[in-house]
């Protein structure tokens, strides 16, 4: 009879245990399904956060009876033994203790998990920036602190990209800070439709007297958008197509890095269509074309800006600019891997009524090397690239002489390459060089007896290597090293060492 009963309390112990075991199996997967479901409303999720508060008051007051009802078990098991004058337990009989222990411990967990929904709940609660169109957008940003070191004269001390003769300067700035907003509008003829816009505070001159806190907010980029699977329509405000890739830098946002030295980086109006046709899994050939408002560059002689706003010489033609790439893209790539060739082509006219064209036919490539290295660059040959960013900040150049105009419009060759070292999520290393050539011979004829100019740039190199790390998603820190080498035509090549140092946090 007495081992009868010893059996009986052992199997009632055994059925409660895998009882207990599988509710809290059953509450485990129904509260990680809550913390992965997205929250609809807050209200929804508020009423979850109840009812898992009050699951988890009902299973601890269940574990507290269960683990009294083992002790209980347990003494009264020891009892019979003693009775019967059995061996005592062996150590298998202390597992009940072992697994209340593991029971406690998955409460802990519930109790982290709750902890993690009661956090999206108070993100929910946070005030949301409305929009007329009443459709989701966001704000986000970088605040970026640069300070500089320029071992000589350059042209804009924050943000250079040629350097000249004479001394150099040390300062900061917080003018490459950027504003960003991104919208998502409502579905449109079967196509997800999108904008951004984003914004820095580099624009006006930039002078060293209170007068440059006048004008500063500058538009940097903005698209709008209908996505469909593989086709996509679109506006933007951006670098043009036969270019799509920039180095990687926190101290050259403003002017991105390698401007004016290889990097066809001008942001300009555009217009275009884009198709991907998937050929395996893996792969695929992307198709763009695109019309593009192409500006003017620097006008190298301009003392003093324009009383009134002249239209550029694109403009002028009455003719948009064309520009197209097509490229291969691998689909399981998260890096961006590619190699795509483009073209462009636009016509001008200059205020005089002399026309000329500008060309380009460009490579670019962004391939991955080893598991934590890759390689990625542009390459191009064109004429007349100054509204793109290449040219040494000109499309041509001129005389005049017994009321005739002799205008030239200059050939290009360039571009740049940067080995990414990425050792983890939040370091990386950065090397990379670039360069913009113009042929001598067709600058000299026409070269001034200014040496600081743009006028007679030839060659503009850029030698750069930075490290970033990024100790959260957050916070981002940079020290970064440039080398820049200006060559006029008529004068030896001028070089400045720039030392800068960054600090930026993202919202």
């Not at 509450?27 to 913390?35: N, V």
């Not at 001394?167 to 991104?182: D, E, F, K």
């Not at 962004?366 to 064109?382: I, T």
């Amino acid at each position: 009879m007495r081992k009868a009963t010893s059996a009986r309390v052992l199997v009632n112990a055994a059925l409660l245990q895998v009882g207990k075991a599988a509710a809290t199996a059953m509450l485990i997967a129904a509260l990680l399904c809550a913390s992965k479901a997205p929250a609809q409303a807050q209200d929804s999720l508020a009423g979850k956060i109840d009812r898992l508060n009050a699951d988890v008051a009902r299973v601890t007051a269940q574990l507290e009876q269960s683990a009294n009802e083992l002790r209980d078990l347990k003494l009264e098991i020891t009892q019979l033994r003693k009775q019967a004058k059995l061996p005592e337990d062996s150590p298998q009989t202390e597992q009940p203790d072992v697994s209340a222990a593991k029971l406690a411990s998955a409460v802990e967990d519930i109790r982290e998990k709750q902890d993690v929904v009661q956090t999206q709940l108070a993100v929910q609660e946070q005030a949301k920036v409305g929009s007329e169109s009443r459709y989701p957008i966001t704000i986000g940003g970088l605040i970026l602190m640069n300070s500089f070191v320029n071992t000589r004269t350059v042209d804009v001390p924050s943000t250079p990209s040629v350097a000249y003769y004479g001394s150099g300067a040390t300062g900061g700035s917080l003018r490459q800070s950027i504003l960003g907003i991104n919208a998502t509008g409502p579905h449109i003829f079967g196509a997800t439709s999108r904008a951004d816009v984003h914004a820095d505070f580099d624009g006006g001159q930039a002078t060293n007297d209170y007068s440059n806190t006048l004008g500063l907010l500058r538009l940097r980029t903005a698209h709008a958008e209908l996505d469909w699977t593989n086709t996509k329509a679109f506006v933007a405000y951006d670098r043009p197509l036969i270019s799509p890739d920039s180095p990687t830098s926190l101290t050259a946002v403003a002017l991105p890095a390698l401007a004016w030295s290889g990097n066809l980086w001008a942001w300009n109006p555009q217009a275009g269509v884009s198709q991907t046709l998937p050929l395996r899994s893996t792969a695929s050939l992307q198709l763009q074309a695109a019309l593009i408002d192409v500006a003017d560059p620097p006008n190298p002689l301009a003392t003093s800006p324009p009383s009134a706003v002249i239209p550029q010489t694109s403009e002028q033609s009455r003719w948009p600019g064309l520009q197209a790439r097509v490229s291969l893209l691998n689909a399981e790539s998260e890096t961006g891997t590619h190699i795509g060739a483009g073209g462009y082509f636009a016509p001008h006219l200059t205020p005089g009524g002399g026309r000329f064209n500008s060309w380009a036919t460009t490579i670019d490539f962004h391939l991955p090397v080893f598991s934590h290295l890759d390689f990625e660059g542009n390459v191009y040959h064109g004429q007349a690239l100054g509204g793109l960013g290449g040219g040494a900040f000109k499309d041509y150049v001129y005389r005049e002489y017994a009321g005739h105009t002799d205008l030239r419009t200059l050939d290009d060759i360039g571009g740049w390459v940067q080995a990414k070292e990425k050792v983890n999520e939040r370091l990386e290393f950065n090397e990379a060089f670039g360069m913009d050539n113009l042929p001598a011979y067709q600058l000299l004829p026409f070269a001034i007896a200014n040496s600081n100019s743009y006028y007679n740039l030839a060659r503009n190199r850029t030698f750069t290597g930075n490290v970033i790390f990024k100790p959260s998603s957050y916070l981002l820190y940079s020290i970064e090293y440039r080398r820049i080498e200006s060559s006029p035509v008529n004068a030896p090549t001028a070089a400045s060492d720039v030392i800068g140092i960054a600090a930026g946090y993202r919202f």
